[in-house]
C-alpha cells in the first residue's frame, strides 16, 4: 500500500446525514488500524464539497494506489468494515458500492464550474492550485492585456446564470467605459430562488473558482474593490469564503500589487438578512450600503451608477466562476458547448419528485426528457410526471408535452417559463397545479417590498383570488380575471420581482386549465391536495391497529382494536396525520 | 443598561465605527449578542450616534432575519421552499405548531423553551423536507422524527 485518500462528501447535504461523524469515524479506525502511522503524509482523508447526487449521502471516495471506489448511503458504524476489508484486506464491499444509476447520473453531464466541487478540499487554496487553480489568474496578468481578457469573456458570449442571462462581457464593457476612477464588482449570492441550491454549492465546494473569476474581471475592468454578497441561510458557504479569502490573502492574490504586478484588488464578504428582492441588482446594492433593499428604476443601470454611485458589476455567482475557464481554455473551445444562443453549460438543481435529486451540470440544449429520465432517474415512486417547474416564483410550470424540449434561456422563455438561477423542481401526478401557483404567489405576495403598487397590491390580490378557488368558492369569472390582473401586473412593475410573480399563475392558467376548472365548477381537487375541497376516510384495508386514532389531534377517529375505525367527518380537520402513520394504506382521501 | 450589556453594546459600537457604519451590520451584531433587537437597545445606539431609531425599525421590519421580539431557547425551524413543500413541509409545519400549542400567530411558547419558524429555503433542496433545530440540519425528514428531537429536547430541560 503506497497511498490512501479517503474523500467525503461534506456538503450541506453531506452535514446533515452525518458526514462529519463519518469522516471522524475513518480518521480513528485509521489510527487505530496503525495506518496513519505507517503512511504518514500518504494517508489522506478530507472533506469535499459537493458531488452532486446528495440522495445517496454519505458519498465516500475511498482511493487505494490510485484506485477509487465510491460508496454510497454510508454511516459511521460502516467505516470499520471498509478499513477492515477495504483498505486492509483489498476486497471492495460490492453491496455498499455506487450502483449503476449512480453512473447514469454522470454520464450526460459535463461538468466544468462543478469540476472540481466533490474533489478537493475546499478550505484549502493548495488543494485548488494544485488542480490547475489560479492558472487563468497568471494566463490573464502575464500573458493578456485587460481589453483582451474583455474581448474573450464578449466573444464567449457568457450568458448571465442569475436569471435573465444577459451577456457578461457587454456589462463588463459599460462599467469599464463609464467615467469614474474607482469601480465595484459584486458577486451576486443571494440565491433566494426557494429550490435553487447551485451557487450555495459552488460557495462551499469551490470557493476560490468565484474568487479566481472576480480577480480576472478586476483586471478587465479596472476594479478596486469586489463584495460577495451571501445569504445568512447559507452558514457554511460563508464560513468558507472567509477562509478562501483570507487564504488568497496570504499567498498574495488578493491585496496590493497582485502576483508582482501593479494591480491592487480585494474582497469583503456581505451577509444578506433575509430578502428575496435583494436579489434584484439594484435592492442588492440597496442593502449593500445598510438600507431597506428596495429596487430601483433603472436606466441609470448599476454598469453606470452602481455601489455607492460608482460603476458596478454585478455578477451572478456562477457566471463569475465559469470566468477562469473561460480565459484557461479560450472563448472557442466555450463557444463548442452548448448552443448557438446560450452557450457553455448550466447547473442545475433538481428536486421534487424524482429519484436522483441533486446538482447537475449539462450543456444547454439537453431536452428536459434528457435531464428528468436519464440523468434523474425518473419520478419517484414511477408515478407519472405531470410538470416540472423552472426558474423559481419568477417562472412556470412546463407540461409532458415539452418534454423534449432543448433548455435554453431562450427556448423556456418561449414555453412561458424562465431558465433563472436553475432550480428545477419536478411535479407528479399527487401535485395540485392551482397549489403550486397559490404556493408561489404566498411568496412573491410576502417578499413584495412594497415599493410599487402594481406589485405590493396586484400579488396580493391574485393571492386572494388562488385562495378563493382552493378553498372551493372560486368564481366562474376568476381564471379571466387572473389572466388580467397577471398581465397588467407584468406589464407595470418597477423590478423583476413584480414583472415575473404572475408566470406560475399564467403558466398553470396556460397549460392546466381544466384544473383550475375543476376547482371552481366542480368544486374538486383533482389530485386531491387542497384541503377544503377533499375528505379523509378510511378503508377495508384497515385493520383496527389504532395508530391513527391515536395520533388524531382532534378526536374524530373512533373504532375498536382489531375492528374498522371511522372517521368523523364533523370533527375532522383534514390535517392528514392519520394517512402519515397508516401502515396499511387504509386511510383514503376523495 | 446593566454592566455586562454596556460591555457587549461599547464592542459593537466601536466595530461599527471601525467598519464605516452599516446598519445591517450593526442589527446583525446586536442580535448575535442578545437574539433579537431590543427596543432600548436600539435607542442606546441612536443617542450615540446620532440616527433616528425609525431608521433602525425601517431596516429591522425589512429583513426577516432580525426579531424584534425575544425568542425561545430552543429554535426549530421548518424549511418552506419549494421542493419541501411538495414533499409534504406544511405538515410538519403544522405537526410542530399543535405538539407546542401555538396557536394563531404565536411563535413561541409561553415559558420561551421553543420557537417554530419557517425559512424560505436553505438550499438543502435535495433532502428534502428539511428541519433546522438551532441551526442543525435534519433531512428527509418526517413528522415522527421532528417530534422524536421535541422530546429530547423537552427531556433535557
Known sequence: ???????????????????????????????????????????????????????????????????????????????????????????????????????????KQIRLVLSRCGSIDPEDISSYINAGGYEALRKALFSMTPDEVLEEIKRANLRGRGGAGFPAGVKWEYTKKSPGKIKYIIANGDEGDPGAFMDRSVMEGDPHSLIEGMIICAYAIGAQMGFIYVRQEYPLAVERLEKAVSQARERGLLGKGILGKDFDFDIRLKLGA???????????????????????????????????????????????????????????????????????????????????TGLIEVPMGITLREIIYDIGGGILGDRKF??????GPSGGCIPAEYLDLPVDFDSLTSVGSIMGSGGMVVLDETDCM?????????????????????????????????????????????????????????????????????????????????????????????SKVCKDLITYFIGDSCTGCTACLRVCPAGAITGEKKKLHKINQDLCIKCGACLDVCKFNAVLKA | ???????????????????????????????????????????????????????????????????????????????????????????????????????????????????????????????????????????????????REIKHLKKGD
Open chain 1, 434 to 526: 392551482v397549489n403550486v401557483a397559490k404556493f408561489f404567489l404566498e411568496f412573491t405576495q410576502a417578499e413584495s417590498c412594497g415599493k410599487c403598487v402594481p406589485c405590493r397590491i396586484g400579488t396580493r390580490r391574485l393571492l386572494e383570488i388562488l385562495e378563493r378557488i382552493t378553498g372551493g368558492k372560486g368564481k366562474p369569472e376568476d381564471i379571466e380575471l387572473l389572466e388580467d390582473l397577471s398581465h397588467d401586473i407584468k406589464a407595470t412593475s418597477l423590478c423583476g420581482l413584480g414583472q415575473t410573480a404572475p408566470n406560475p399563475v399564467l403558466s398553470t392558467i396556460k397549460y392546466f386549465r381544466d384544473e383550475y376548472e375543476a376547482h371552481i365548477y366542480d368544486l374538486k381537487c383533482p
Open chain 2, 1 to 147: 443598561m446593566s454592566e455586562i450589556h454596556s460591555e457587549a453594546l461599547n464592542e459593537i459600537l466601536s466595530r461599527y465605527i471601525s467598519q464605516e457604519g452599516n446598519i445591517i451590520s450593526l442589527l446583525q451584531d446586536i442580535q448575535e449578542s442578545f437574539g433579537y433587537i431590543p427596543e432600548d437597545v436600539v435607542k442606546w445606539f441612536s443617542k450615540r450616534l446620532g440616527i433616528p431609531p425609525s431608521r433602525f425599525f425601517s431596516v429591522a421590519t425589512f429583513y426577516a432575519q432580525f426579531h424584534l421580539k425575544p425568542r425561545g431557547k430552543n429554535i426549530i425551524t421548518v424549511c418552506s421552499g419549494t421542493a419541501c413543500y411538495v414533499k409534504g413541509a406544511q405538515r410538519l409545519l403544522s405537526t410542530v405548531r399543535r405538539e407546542l400549542n401555538l396557536l394563531g400567530e404565536e411563535d413561541t411558547t409561553p415559558d420561551r423553551i421553543f420557537t417554530v419558524e419557517r425559512v424560505n429555503c436553505i438550499g438543502a433542496c435535495s433532502i428534502a423536507p428539511v428541519f433546522l433545530i438551532n441551526k442543525k440540519v435534519y433531512g428527509n425528514a418526517t413528522s415522527d422524527k421532528l417530534l
Open chain 1, 1 to 107: 500500500m503506497k497511498s490512501i485518500i479517503v474523500k467525503v462528501c461534506m456538503g450541506t447535504g453531506g452535514i446533515a446525514v452525518g458526514g462529519k461523524e463519518v469522516l471522524d469515524a475513518f480518521r480513528e479506525e485509521l489510527a487505530l488500524a496503525g495506518i496513519s502511522a505507517s503512511l504518514g503524509e500518504n494517508c489522506l482523508t478530507h472533506r469535499v464539497g459537493c458531488r452532486g447526487l446528495c440522495a445517496r449521502d454519505v458519498l465516500v471516495d475511498v482511493v487505494v494506489d490510485n484506485e477509487k471506489v465510491t460508496y454510497q448511503y454510508i454511516k459511521p458504524q460502516m467505516v470499520r468494515r471498509i478499513v477492515n476489508e477495504h483498505i486492509i484486506g483489498g476486497n471492495t464491499i460490492k453491496e455498499w458500492v455506487v450502483d449503476e444509476d449512480y453512473h447514469n447520473f454522470y454520464r
Open chain 1, 386 to 391: 405531470k410538470a416540472v417547474q423552472t426558474g
Open chain 1, 274 to 356: 433575509g430578502a428575496f428582492v435583494c436579489g434584484e441588482e439594484t435592492a442588492l446594492i440597496a442593502s449593500i450600503e445598510g438600507k431597506r433593499g428596495m429596487p430601483r428604476s433603472r436606466p441609470p443601470f448599476p454598469a453606470e451608477r452602481g455601489l455607492w454611485g460608482m460603476p458596478t458589476v454585478i455578477n451572478n455567482v456562477e457566471t463569475l466562476a465559469n470566468v477562469p475557464y473561460i480565459i484557461k481554455n479560450g472563448a472557442d473551445w466555450f463557444l463548442s458547448i452548448g448552443t448557438k444562443s446560450s452557450p457553455g453549460t448550466k447547473v442545475f438543481s433538481l428536486t421534487g419528485k424524482i429519484k436522483n
